[in-house]
T-cell receptor
Framework: NAGVTQTPKFQVLKTGQSMTLQCAQD?????MYWYRQDPGMGLRLIYY???????DKGEVPNGYNVSRLNKREFSLRLESAAPSQTSVYFC?????????????FGPGTRLTVT | GENVEQHPSTLSVQEGDSAVIKCTYS??????FPWYKQELGKRPQLIID?????GEKKDQRIAVTLNKTAKHFSLHITETQPEDSAVYFC????????????FGKGTLLTVNP
């Protein structure tokens, strides 16, 4: 099992450019998440998908959109990148069953917007 | 919404000493409290978690305690080793959902050999 995978690992964008961060999990998990991590700020939830076919806003959704393409894949799109979106982005998934709520994280995408 | 405060932001201990990290939360409906460890340049990984119907949980050198009345929970690491050096994050579930989490800002633990 690869677990949670993310592409790309690194990306540099110019202000106003768009891009999509890809995430996939092979653990048959129900829930998937996108977080951003900034120095001294912890992990902040951008969007989540409690189950296939549903998405909802987290703490910091402005400037982002998501798509739960199927049970395995959950993508994050930046339509018009801004320097404030420079961050490390983590995707996570969780079985969300009665016995396990653990969130499994991907390796992260380091995004710089100039 | 849920607010999680974590203290201290940095902690330095000697190898073999104990380390304690404390978190408080605001939402009385929170029922799930995990702790994640993140080594430099790596992804966060769960090290221990506790649910609201349990007051304490232990796994070898790591333990977590929960005080629901006071809305705080703590991570205790005994006999610290250099490989325990990392950033530790506490988290609390949002609104009783158990699958949405709010994270604290993290504690950088340094274990000096």
């Amino acid at each position: 099992n690869a677990g949670v995978t993310q592409t790309p690992k690194f990306q540099v964008l110019k202000t106003g450019q768009s891009m999509t961060l890809q995430c996939a999990q092979d653990m048959n998990h129900n829930s998937m998440y996108w977080y951003r991590q900034d120095p001294g700020m912890g992990l902040r939830l951008i969007y989540y998908s409690a189950s296939e076919g549903t998405t909802d806003k987290g703490e910091v959704p402005n400037g982002y959109n998501v798509s739960r393409l199927n049970k395995r894949e959950f993508s994050l799109r930046l339509e018009s990148a801004a320097p404030s979106q420079t961050s490390v982005y983590f995707c996570a998934s969780s079985p969300r069953t009665g016995s396990s709520y653990e969130q499994y994280f991907g390796p992260g995408t380091r995004l710089t917007v100039t | 919404g849920e607010n999680v405060e974590q203290h201290p932001s940095t902690l330095s201990v000697q190898e073999g000493d104990s380390a304690v990290i404390k978190c408080t939360y605001s939402d009385s409906a929170s029922n799930y409290f995990p702790w994640y460890k993140q080594e430099l340049g790596k992804r966060p990984q769960l090290i221990i978690d506790i649910r609201s119907n349990v007051g304490e949980k232990k796994d070898q050198r790591i333990a977590v305690t929960l005080n629901k009345t006071a809305k705080h929970f703590s991570l205790h690491i005994t006999e610290t080793q250099p490989e325990d050096s990392a950033v530790y994050f506490c988290a609390a579930s949002i609104g009783g959902s158990n699958y949405k989490l709010t994270f604290g800002k993290g504690t950088l633990l340094t274990v000096n050999p």
